[in-house]
């Protein structure tokens, strides 16, 4: 008997005893439940975030593509549309460069003609650059003339004041002497 009180009071230990078990996985099992809902729940706010990013970069990148595009055409209108002006722009370049080129053929000529008139206006001019410097020699012998005749009627003048003066000293001089007697 005691071996059946044993054997149903080992049966029932053994019961709670898989039932403590059974509680205990069945709590374990719940635990990881949750953590693997909150680790889905987690996931799935990661993915919509990374989502919403997506999309609001794919917005900015549209509307930056779709300013680049119409930049792009603008810029792409005026270059066409301004190729007439810089078409006549070089056509008028050409014809100035063209122009100069024919006055500058022009000069060369009127130069070539004026050289080989000038030889004869330069034997010309050198014939009269010799009468000049003649008349600058024959000048200059005159002032250098007309200079010594200076100097000397400055001397003269020299001369002749101090001789006044002396003059005049005698003549006081007499005329202090002839008051006196």
């Known amino acids: 008997m005691i071996l059946d ?3 149903a009071y080992g049966f029932q230990v053994a019961c709670i005893a898989l039932l403590a078990l059974v ?5 374990r099992l719940h635990s990881e439940q949750m953590a693997h809902a909150q680790l889905r729940a987690t996931v799935a706010e990661a ?11 794919e917005a900015a990148t549209s509307l930056k593509e779709f300013g680049h595009a119409a930049a792009t055409r603008e810029i792409s209108d005026a270059f066409t549309t301004s190729q007439p002006v810089r078409d006549a722009i070089a056509r008028a370049d050409a014809a100035r460069t ?3 080129r024919t006055d500058a053929e022009r000069r060369a000529a009127t130069y070539r003609a004026m050289a080989e008139a000038g030889a004869a206006a ?7 650059h010799a009468a000049l410097d003649a008349h600058v020699v024959r000048g200059a012998g005159v002032v ?7 100097v000397r009627r400055d001397a003269e003048v020299v001369l002749l004041r ?6 005049r000293d005698l003549l006081q001089d007499t005329r202090l002497m002839n008051s006196d007697k």
Not at 23 to 27: E, G, K
Not at 122 to 128: I, N, Q
Not at 144 to 150: F, K, S, V, Y
Request: charged share 40%; hydrophobic share 40%; aromatic share 2%.
């Open 162 to 167: 101090g001789q006044i003066d002396i003059d």
């Open 122 to 128: 330069c034997r010309d001019l050198a014939d009269r």
């Open 47 to 57: 993915e919509r975030a990374r989502a919403t990013a997506a999309l609001k970069h």
């Open 98 to 100: 063209d122009r100069l």
């Open 23 to 27: 509680l205990a996985q069945t709590w």
């Open 144 to 150: 250098a003339g007309l200079r010594t005749d200076l």
């Open 5 to 7: 009180k044993l054997k």
